[in-house]
């Protein structure tokens, strides 16, 4: 079974930096596609990063680019999010997506591709 745990989300001052962590299990990295997603309340949930399948093309929403930078380690089976310079504008629940489908670095950023979620985890950003 697939399975995502994502964690590191907290309370942190604008400008300030925290780091995201999607630990994963049951499939094996380079087969899959993996995004980043978050969804502040009352806002659709929008896409921010994402690897493609291997060779592992990263993309990055307009919004986080400069700021965020997504990484992976394959021996600790886990996918980071990098986030620095925060907004109070990136506050929402962070999720971690995966899917089979091979999809540019584009479609990956679009959350009705993937099939497999975690629970997410809320980052809050104060002015």
């Known amino acids: 079974d697939v399975h995502l745990v994502e964690s590191g989300g907290g309370l942190v001052q604008a400008g300030g930096s925290l780091r995201l962590s999607c630990a994963h299990s049951?499939?094996?990295?380079?087969?899959?596609?993996i995004g980043w997603f978050r969804q502040a309340p009352g806002k659709a949930r929008e896409g921010v990063s994402c690897?493609?399948?291997?060779?592992?093309?990263?993309g990055y929403a307009d919004s986080v680019k400069g700021r965020f930078t997504i990484s992976s380690d394959k021996a600790k089976n886990s996918v980071y999010l990098e986030m620095n310079n925060l907004k109070p504008e990136d506050t929402a629940v962070y999720y971690c997506?995966?899917?089979?489908?091979?999809?540019?670095?584009?479609?990956?950023?679009?959350?009705?591709?993937?099939?497999?979620w975690g629970q997410g985890t809320q980052v809050t950003v104060s002015s």
């Open positions: 690897f493609t399948k291997s060779p592992g093309e990263t």
């Open positions: 049951g499939f094996t990295f380079d087969d899959y596609a």
């Open positions: 997506a995966a899917t089979l489908r091979t999809l540019t670095a584009v479609a990956a950023l679009q959350d009705i591709w993937y099939d497999y």
